[in-house]
């Protein structure tokens, strides 16, 4: 379904295409003078984002994050959904094969009340707003992570709790990866436009959110690690008091096990003192052993 979203009356043309088929791509293609190899680009939806400049033409994917995506999508292509941008001078084209609210938003707000007028700041504008999607997650991961770092701590259900940071880290991880394939596109903008105030607002953005990811998978990454040494050092205090039991009981089962041998001719076993002789051994045995432990700390 192809949309006018501008005229030219209003400065450019905003030619808006949603899921589009071949003919109707082709079409527009050679009214307006579009690559074929660009065109075919635009209908992957496994391309990533990228930024080509074919003679005064300018061709741009960008991927917007997918709102109802689910929780677990662990892909760049499960997670967001692909715009394909055309710009030349008087004319811009989105192509996208799903309802993309954003692009509608902006030609309410700039075009139909004229605000805009030139057909860069729209593409600013979308790039921008494509960049602002991640930004509301990417601030909820944060919060959710200091909530996971206390409970991990507090020792609050946390297998439970490990598989939600997981979750987590494998959302902020390809966001992160989406932010970073952004890099290219959101320079070369800013370079083309350094002087519009959109540009640099761009890059800002696009920076700020690559931190604020890397953060987000380094933090995840870290709570990770400290229930590893957590679970280690439970296991270490697992092992150590069954060491103790063992230093103790070694000694008083020797006793035992030769006490306990079928032998014809053990005259101590005839004594009349043998029975507590052979406990007050244990007990001594045992004291040692406990006051050593202590001299050492090992209690």
């Known amino acids: 379904m192809v949309e006018i979203f501008s005229e030219k009356q209003n400065g450019f043309t905003w030619l808006d295409v949603t899921n589009p088929t071949q003919e109707e791509l082709m079409e527009i293609a050679g009214e307006h003078a579009i690559p074929r190899s660009s065109v075919k680009d635009s209908l992957e939806p496994e391309h990533l984002p990228k930024f080509e400049q074919i003679e005064d033409k ?7 994050l997918d709102q109802e995506a689910r929780t677990k999508a662990g892909s760049i292509q499960q997670a967001s959904r692909k715009i394909a ?6 004319l811009l084209i989105t192509i996208h094969r799903s309802e993309q609210p954003l692009l509608r938003d902006l030609k309410t707000k700039y075009v139909d009340t004229g605000k805009v007028q030139k057909e860069n700041e729209i593409l600013l504008h979308i ?5 602002k999607t991640y930004e509301e997650p990417a601030t909820r991961f944060a919060e959710e992570m200091d909530v996971y ?26 966001c992160f990866r989406i932010i970073t394939l952004m ?40 709570l990770l690690n400290i229930y590893i040494s957590f679970t280690s050092q439970r296991t270490g205090e697992v092992m150590r008091v069954l060491t103790i039991f063992s230093v103790f009981f070694m000694p008083l089962t020797f006793i035992v096990g030769i ?25 001594l045995i045992t ?7 202590k001299r050492k700390r090992w209690l």
């Open 183 to 222: 890099d290219d596109v959101v320079r070369r903008l800013n370079e083309l436009y350094k002087k519009h105030y959109l540009a640099q607002d761009l890059l800002d953005l696009q920076l700020r959110l690559s931190i604020l990811y890397n953060e987000i998978v380094d933090e995840s990454n870290h």
């Open 85 to 90: 941008i055309f710009y030349d001078k008087g």
């Open 287 to 293: 004291a040692v052993i406990y006051f050593w432990f």
């Open 259 to 283: 006490y306990g041998m079928n032998f014809d001719f053990m005259p101590e076993l005839r004594w009349h003192y043998g029975y507590y002789f052979t406990l007050a051994a244990m007990l």
């Open 58 to 64: 300018i061709f741009i994917i960008i991927r917007v």
């Open 149 to 174: 770092e206390s409970a991990i701590f507090l020792r609050k259900k946390v297998p439970d709790i490990l598989k939600s940071v997981y979750k987590v880290k494998r959302r902020a991880s390809v």
């Open 127 to 131: 790039v921008y707003q494509a960049l």
